[in-house]
């Protein structure tokens, strides 16, 4: 599968039918997924680390290569990449190593370290990932304005998200992702971005279908999915431990 295809799903999205994208951290999960059906899968860099035992951003880049690279070879259809701020690796060496993976997609992030990049030089180095990639890879450029925050005189959280994503899609971003953003704010950044919007999904907020309905044309769940199956092997091995003291 290429990015052409990837690409293609974003596009011609009815209100309340967004493109679902559920986040595999492992082969054995990507498998599920796709053979439920699922056209598209978007690993969650947080997921990723966990199931490789690291905390949130502190997996080294070999490794998070390593573990789309197995993901992307399990499945038939077309898998995003969620490689954070890029690893600090100059945009060609990102790109050849992320397109060797087999994945056809990425987000990159605009913060480093709890930071927020500054806009034009997010945007510089997004038109450098586009030029070296071309069409061969999707991206989905992440805001994090909702995360870490704006700074001082930058004005409030929507309008600094708004500014970063007409300069990020101007840079040649497929879609945008502010993620974080509540729910009565997607209308509006949907109006404003010539681009399709991506939201995270999250267990107390919308679901899927009615953040397709506010204006998201793409939907994520970050890590929560890896977070509920964890839950469940917590369960398990809770039912098992009180197996063996009753026994």
């Excluded at 953003?181 to 997607?186: H, I, R, V």
């Excluded at 109006?191 to 999250?202: E, H, I, Q, Y």
């Excluded at 397709?212 to 839950?231: D, N, S, V």
Aim: net charge negative; hydrophobic share 45%; glycine share 10%.
């Amino acid at each position: 599968m290429t990015a052409y295809d990837l690409r293609a799903l974003h596009h011609g999205r009815t209100p309340g039918d967004p493109l679902v994208l559920p986040g595999p951290w492992d082969a054995a999960s990507a498998r599920v997924f796709a053979d439920a059906g699922f056209p598209a899968l978007a690993t969650p860099s947080a997921g990723v680390a966990a199931s490789l035992g690291y905390a949130d951003g502190e997996t080294p880049a070999a490794e998070m290569f390593a573990a789309v690279a197995r993901i992307a070879r399990a499945v038939a259809v077309p898998v995003s990449a969620d490689i954070e701020a890029g690893y600090g690796l100059a945009p060609k060496e990102l790109v050849e190593r992320l397109l060797a993976t087999g994945a056809v997609g990425c987000n990159l992030e605009d913060s480093v370290d709890g930071v927020l990049v500054e806009p034009d030089r997010q945007a510089d180095r997004l038109a450098e990932v586009r030029a070296v990639a071309g069409d061969a890879l999707f991206v989905n450029a992440r805001v994090d304005t909702y995360v870490h925050g704006v700074p001082a005189g930058t004005g409030d959280q929507e309008a600094e998200t708004v500014r970063r994503a007409l300069l990020y899609v101007a840079a040649g971003a497929d879609c945008v992702y502010p993620i974080g953003a509540p729910a009565e704010s997607l209308p509006r950044l949907a109006a404003a971005v010539p681009a399709p919007l991506n939201a995270l999904s999250r267990p107390d907020g919308p679901g899927p279908r009615r953040l397709g309905e506010l204006g998201a044309a793409r939907i994520t769940f970050g890590p929560g999915l890896q977070r509920r199956a964890m839950a469940a092997v917590r369960g398990i091995a809770d039912e098992l431990r009180d197996e063996l003291r009753t026994a």
